[in-house]
Structure formats: C-alpha cells, structure tokens
C-alpha cells in the first residue's frame, strides 16, 4: 500500500472514531490547516468556520518539515467534504499554483530543515437545497506526504 492510501485510510479511521486533531506530526512533517469564510468577511484564521449555503471559503494550510535533513518531492491533497466545492485559487507561498488540489496531488517541493510552507485554495459551500435541515459539519481532510512519511488533519466548515 502506498504512503498516500496508508494515510488516508488511518485519516478516515481517525475522523470515525471522532479523534481528529488540529495539527498533527507524523514521518518528520508537522501540518495544520486553519479556515476563513470570504463571503462573511471573516479574516481571522480558525480551526472551524461558521458559513452559510452558498459561501465562499478559503483553506490555508501550514506544512513544516521537522528532519535533521531535507526532503524532497512532498506532495499535499485535500479531500473536501461531500458538500463543498473546490472553488481555485490554489497558492503556495503566496504565489499562483496549478491543479485542483482536490483531485489530485500538488507539488509542494522540497523543504530544508525546519523549513515551512503554506498553501491557500478557497471552496464553496453547497446551494440551500442540497444540505440538510438543522447545522451540518463538512469536515475536509488534508495529507502532506512523500517517500520519508507524511502526516494528516481537518478542518470543519459548519453550515
């Protein structure tokens, strides 16, 4: 099994049992992801958004290499809950970047020692008519991974 489906699979082991974390450490790699919703004009950075049908979010996720030495060829994909929507403007470090991080596997690069990186992408909640009555958590998912290890953590966007 490769690393990406191993740390998926023991991602969504950890969601069911209810034990997601803020931040989690794993095979060197240090990783958070905050939330912010655009259209509320919340700016502030949090580990879980309030939004409304229809709102547009923006994800920014934090990767910090741990290892005495560098690594390289570090991938990241998000796995959106069912009811958002990858919306574009995927970012690392600031600076435009290619591919639907919800899809597919984004090259962060190579890290230094100790070095970070951040990715930004924003998302869209659903239309009225597809969510349930009463509040609904999208919880999504984000993986930092290559050959040395990778780690994994959530977010929740409430609705």
């Keep these: 099994m490769n690393i990406f489906k191993y740390i998926m699979v023991a991602s969504i082991l950890s969601v069911m049992a209810g034990q997601v974390a803020l931040a989690q450490t794993a095979g060197n790699f240090e990783v958070t992801q905050k939330v912010r919703n655009l259209t509320k004009q919340n700016l502030a950075w949090v580990d879980s958004a309030q939004a409304d049908p229809q709102d547009r979010i923006e994800f920014q996720i934090t990767v910090v290499w741990q290892g005495s030495q560098s690594t390289q060829n570090v991938l990241a ?19 435009s970047a290619t591919g639907d991080i919800s899809k ?10 100790g070095q970070s990186k951040v990715i930004s992408f924003e998302a869209q909640v659903a239309a009225a008519e597809l969510l349930s009555v009463g509040t609904t958590n999208l919880m999504s998912t ?11 953590t959530a977010t929740t966007v409430q609705v």
């Design 77 to 95: 994909r998000e796995v959106l809950a069912e009811k958002l929507a990858y919306a574009g403007n995927v970012k690392l470090d600031g600076i």
């Design 104 to 113: 597919e596997n984004i090259s962060v690069g190579s890290f230094a020692s």
């Design 142 to 152: 984000i993986t930092v991974f290559n050959s040395e290890g990778g780690a994994t």
